[in-house]
């Protein structure tokens, strides 16, 4: 059973920095890619950063020169760094992990941005 559990959400304010956790149950090297999306209220969920097993990354438009997205294998960990934080970057952030055919997601972290 592969399991995503994230952290390090919660409150930051505008220009502020927050970093998010993805601790995977298995190594992330099974995993051809992994990522983290996002989901405001009355919004579809978006991908804001994926890296590959390679590590090769994408960036939505939106975070580009704000977010960074980066992995720690011995610790089975993807990162999401986040400064510069906008109040539109408030939304629920889940990781992501594909592998083959499957994808499978985290329970979600909020992260909130206001002042």
Not at 22 to 51: H, K
């Amino acid at each position: 059973q592969v399991q995503l559990v994230e952290s390090g959400g919660g409150l930051a304010q505008p220009g502020g920095s927050l970093r998010l956790s993805c601790a995977a149950s298995i190594n992330i090297f099974s995993f051809n890619t992994m990522g983290w999306y996002r989901q405001a209220p009355g919004q579809q969920r978006e991908l804001v950063a994926a890296i590959t097993s390679g590590s090769d990354t994408n960036y939505a438009d939106s975070v580009k020169g704000r977010f960074t997205i980066s992995r720690d294998n011995a610790k089975n960990t993807v990162y999401l760094q986040m400064n510069s934080l906008k109040p539109e970057d408030t939304a629920v952030y889940y990781c992501n992990a594909q592998k083959g055919h499957w994808d499978y997601w985290g329970q979600g972290t909020q992260v909130t941005v206001s002042s």
